[in-house]
């Protein structure tokens, strides 16, 4: 996928400005499917534009400049469902936890042991704000990629807690590690 069919996907629930999009696609539900930046969205939402994908009106606001909101066209949703058949890519994971637990060995203790409490805020935090917007009521498919997300996460925080204590076993004592850095 990309922010082509990103947008449709959001315009495709329902209409939205630029800036909506922009903040479902990198801060919200829709930051988990495909990296948006900030200055691919408009360009993105151009095209479609220009393609016949979706339409734009402007809504008059007081005091401020007119917004511009986006809606699908009946070509744009054939596009995204279109899309939607091309088969997905792999999923992406990068964590730079995993880089310091792999070379755990080279830290001391205190250092690892405070990467592990950021990470259990982390997902913790995490399965908070997931669990927040948890609430179903728009339709099956999201309520069951919630609960995939939910369980993920949760399984990922149980494997830290069950064997962070092998982990923190493998780091290096105190001075070794300082000695290596000098």
Not at 57 to 80: M, N, W
Not at 118 to 124: E, I, K, S, V, W
Request: aromatic share 8%; hydrophobic share 40%; proline share 3%.
């Amino acid at each position: 996928m990309n922010v082509r069919s990103l947008c449709l996907a959001i315009l495709n629930m329902s209409d939205a400005t630029g800036y909506e999009i922009r903040k479902l696609s990198t801060e919200a539900e829709y930051s988990y499917f495909v990296d948006a930046s900030y200055g691919s969205i408009y360009p993105a939402l151009n095209k479609l534009e220009q393609d016949g994908m979706v339409t734009c009106r402007q809504e008059v606001q007081v005091g401020k400049p007119a917004r511009k909101i986006y809606s699908i066209t009946e070509a744009g949703r054939e596009e995204f469902r279109q899309a939607l058949k091309i088969p997905p890519q792999q999923d992406l994971f990068k964590s730079e936890f995993l880089l310091l637990a792999m070379n755990a060995n080279l830290v001391d203790r205190e250092t690892l042991k405070t990467a592990i409490d950021q990470r259990f805020a982390y997902l913790n935090d995490e399965i908070a704000l997931m669990e927040a917007a948890g609430n179903c009521d728009c339709h099956d498919c999201m309520c069951w990629i919630s609960r995939y997300g939910l369980t993920v996460q949760r399984a990922s925080l149980k494997f830290l807690e069950e064997n962070q204590q092998e982990l923190l076993s493998m780091t290096q004592p105190r001075e070794i590690s300082h000695q290596a850095a000098e």
